[in-house]
């Protein structure tokens, strides 16, 4: 799909980690094509390995592609774009040291908000993720789900149009990834960011996304984008309806295959396929 106000544009886009012959040699992706438009969530979903967090790191500039380019808010991803992108990542990402609310005001240290805006600019994130009561607490001194509504309160006070999200509920229980997907699509449909989230699980990207692009197995390309046509915020009988259970058979389909294709790749044939 080509959209012209793409927020994110992925063309022809490749990348292997060393060389041919290199024992460590992956291909990761092949010839992978994308565009993210302007205020969508897109969720990627696929096996184990085919390439989704090299993506999302290739969009936040963390990675340069081997070949092809990427274009976010229509400029050439080089580097880190800290003003138009955040992460958010799956668990780990706040420093032990540092109560809530200075980790929060950390990653707007490091964009460059000027000092006199950070606390507001804090305690409106930490208030919108529901943990302004906590935010003298310790990363130790709470829950999981909670940490990791610290580390979504840290993205969305560099208030960029673009977030991206590695499996951020990944290591959470079941019910608390699904209080905190609840809670994150009326936040997020407030916000009207793009945002990009990867997942496993094949309830949460039907409940979160607008599309969900569904990833083969390595090295991996777009198989298939599956639309879900429902308003957000998503309500939480969404889940009970017959659309919701459709769609996610639909992709249930498309990915058993792929993961049997992984799993027989790393056991067959080891990393260097
Ligand atoms: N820094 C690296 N050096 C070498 N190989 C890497 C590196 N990062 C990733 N890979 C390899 O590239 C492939 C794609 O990895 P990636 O992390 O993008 O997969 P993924 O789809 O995010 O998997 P998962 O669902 O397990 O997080 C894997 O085979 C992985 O081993
Ligand atoms: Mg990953």
């Given at each position: 799909?080509?959209?012209g106000d793409a927020a994110v544009k992925v063309r022809d886009v490749s990348h292997q980690f060393g060389e041919p012959g290199d024992p460590q040699f992956v291909r990761?992706?092949?010839?992978?094509?994308?565009?993210?438009?302007?205020?969508?969530?897109?969720?990627?979903?696929?096996?184990?390995?085919?390439?989704?967090?090299?993506?999302?790191?290739?969009?936040?500039?963390?990675?340069?592609?081997?070949?092809?380019?990427?274009?976010?808010?229509?400029?050439?991803?080089?580097?880190?774009?800290?003003?138009?992108?955040?992460?958010?990542?799956?668990?780990?990402?706040?420093?032990?040291?540092?109560?809530?609310?200075?980790?929060?005001?950390?990653?707007?240290?490091?964009?460059?908000?000027?000092?006199?805006?950070?606390?507001?600019?804090?305690?409106?994130?930490?208030?919108?993720?529901?943990?302004?009561?906590?935010?003298?607490?310790?990363?130790?001194?709470?829950?999981?789900?909670?940490?990791?509504?610290?580390?979504?309160?840290?993205?969305?006070?560099?208030?960029?149009?673009?977030?991206?999200?590695?499996?951020?509920?990944?290591?959470?229980?079941?019910?608390?990834?699904?209080?905190?997907?609840?809670?994150?699509?009326?936040?997020?449909?407030?916000?009207?960011?793009?945002?990009?989230?990867?997942?496993?699980?094949?309830?949460?990207?039907?409940?979160?996304?607008?599309?969900?692009?569904?990833?083969?197995?390595?090295?991996?390309?777009?198989?298939?984008?599956?639309?879900?046509?429902?308003?957000?915020?998503?309500?939480?009988?969404?889940?009970?309806?017959?659309?919701?259970?459709?769609?996610?058979?639909?992709?249930?389909?498309?990915?058993?295959?792929?993961?049997?294709?992984?799993?027989?790749?790393?056991?067959?044939?080891?990393?260097?396929?």
């Open positions: 799909m080509t959209t990761a992706l092949l010839d992978t094509n994308l565009d993210i438009t302007r205020g969508e969530l897109l969720c990627l979903i696929g096996p184990s390995g085919c390439g989704k967090s090299t993506l999302l790191n290739m969009i936040g500039g963390l990675l340069a592609p081997s070949a092809g380019t990427v274009e976010v808010n229509n400029k050439l991803v080089r580097a880190p774009l800290p003003r138009d992108i955040a992460f958010v990542f799956q668990e780990n990402a706040l420093f032990p040291w540092c109560t809530v609310i200075e980790n929060v005001k950390l990653g707007m240290v490091f964009q460059g908000v000027p000092k006199s805006e950070q606390d507001a600019r804090a305690k409106k994130s930490l208030e919108a993720v529901g943990l302004k009561d906590f935010m003298n607490h310790y990363p130790a001194q709470l829950s999981g789900g909670m940490r990791q509504r610290a580390a979504l309160a840290r993205a969305l006070s560099l208030e960029t149009s673009i977030l991206l999200m590695d499996e951020p509920f990944g290591a959470l229980d079941e019910q608390t990834r699904m209080i905190l997907g609840e809670d994150l699509s009326v936040l997020l449909a407030a916000t009207g960011k793009t945002i990009v989230f990867v997942t496993h699980s094949l309830g949460e990207a039907v409940f979160l996304a607008d599309r969900v692009a569904v990833f083969s197995a390595r090295p991996g390309h777009i198989k298939e984008i599956i639309a879900v046509d429902e308003p957000h915020p998503r309500k939480p009988s969404f889940v009970t309806t017959e659309k919701f259970g459709k769609l996610r058979n639909t992709l249930y389909g498309l990915l058993h295959d792929e993961i049997r294709k992984a799993v027989e790749q790393s056991a067959m044939a080891g990393p260097g396929s």
